[in-house]
């Protein structure tokens, strides 16, 4: 019986050993959906991690499905972070599948509800598009912080110093945001896109917001759509309409026809990024760059 015992000692002894091996020799496998998300990880876990971002530059979250071997990235995670809030609306089955047995993270819980707005198209469903909100990011990177340090307490110290400053580097983002917005006058802070993507934006550093398509990409935009914009921009004679790398601009350009056609010339202001980051390895495909560009683009464009 003794024996019997001992012998269930060590074997418990020896799994735990095995675990920690595991952990220490190999990386944390994160897979994670948006550019923005990635961005985090990458930064927070450095050399700790290994991440596969599935979704890169130009790709639409909302109507994103996943392949056969993003299915097999997702099976061998250790931990899988989304945005969640129904951004990823074509993925939330196989993230409720996973979560059975591998630690699946929304990162956007992380907003508090209170804070967050209403879905336009979606009734019951909160606008995801939390990113644009660089406060808000800042949360979300706290929360992906803190679920690195429950699965790899072990690192926690790099994990705590790395955060710091990646926040850090998110205040100063911050405040230039706000210190650019100021450049523009309160007529001016009109900001027309393809989809209706900048309302955290816009209620963060006070811009009137107007999406051709609604908050989801998944509803195309009827001709009755083009022409409540067209009559809004010619009548308020706003000065620029941007478009956006993850979503067709032909939708946009009908527009700029249609307010021509009203005898007012609004121009393309230039491409923003707003689902989606830019290219990998440039500075556009950082979350701070991709914020960067927005605000140049947009207060060059409107100024
Ligand atoms: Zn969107």
Request: proline share 2%.
């Amino acid at each position: 019986m003794k024996k019997n015992i001992f012998i269930g000692f060590i074997a418990i002894f020896l799994m735990h050993l095995s675990t920690s091996i595991c952990l220490a020799e190999g990386k944390i496998k994160v897979v994670t959906t948006i550019g923005q998300i990635t961005d985090i990880i990458k930064n927070i876990g450095g050399p700790y991690v290994e991440v596969q971002g599935l979704m890169g530059a130009g790709v639409d979250p909302h109507l994103y499905k996943a392949s056969e071997s993003d299915v097999r990235k997702l099976s061998n995670a250790d931990i899988i972070f989304y945005n969640g809030l129904h951004l990823e609306a074509k993925m939330e089955e196989i993230f409720e599948k996973m979560s059975n047995r591998i630690t699946t993270v929304a990162l956007g819980e992380a907003v508090p509800k209170e804070m967050r707005l209403d879905s336009v198209n979606y009734p019951g469903h909160y606008d995801p598009h939390i990113w644009f909100d660089v406060a808000f990011w800042m949360m979300v990177s706290e929360k992906a912080r803190n679920e690195m340090i429950k699965l790899d307490p072990a690192h926690q110290e790099y994990y705590h110093q790395q955060t710091a400053s990646y926040l850090e580097n998110l205040k100063k983002l911050h405040e230039y945001v706000q210190k650019r917005a100021l450049e523009l006058t309160k007529e001016q802070r009109v900001l027309v896109t393809a989809h209706d993507a900048f309302r955290y934006f816009g209620r963060a550093y006070d811009f009137e917001v107007v999406g051709l398509q609604g908050i989801s990409t998944q509803s195309e935009a009827g001709t009755a759509d083009v022409k409540r914009l067209a009559d809004f921009i010619a009548e308020r004679k706003i000065k620029a309409v941007f478009i956006e790398s993850s979503v067709p601009e032909r939708n946009i350009r009908a527009v700029q026809d249609a307010v021509k056609s009203r005898g007012w010339d609004v121009k393309i202001g230039g491409e923003l990024f707003s689902d989606a980051m830019g290219n990998e390895g440039t500075f556009e495909g950082t979350y701070v760059g991709m914020v960067t560009h927005n605000m140049d683009i947009i207060v060059g464009a409107l100024k």
